[in-house]
């Protein structure tokens, strides 16, 4: 029971990640498309956009490691 509670915990907590990297990806299509395509929209408008998506990019690869700290440390204790 603990197993399969543990199992679908993973599977939500791996499906969030991959929804987040989804609406990352989104952003930046919609960053990049709009600088192509609409004139009104500049590189001043695109910056805050993009320092936000790298800071959001920077956030998860913090969690990432954090995740490999932790699972380092547990396998060292085991």
């Not at 990640?17 to 408008?45: G, N, P, Q, S, W």
């Amino acid at each position: 029971m603990l197993f399969k509670k543990t199992e679908r915990n993973l599977l939500a907590h791996q499906l969030n990640r991959k929804l987040y990297f989804a609406e990352i990806e989104e952003k930046l299509i919609k960053v990049t498309y709009c600088l192509m395509a609409d004139d009104l929209y500049t590189v001043d408008h695109a910056i805050p956009e993009l320092i936000k998506i790298i800071d959001q990019l920077e956030l998860e690869k913090r969690a990432i490691m954090n995740e490999i700290g932790r699972l380092e440390d547990s396998d060292g204790r085991a």
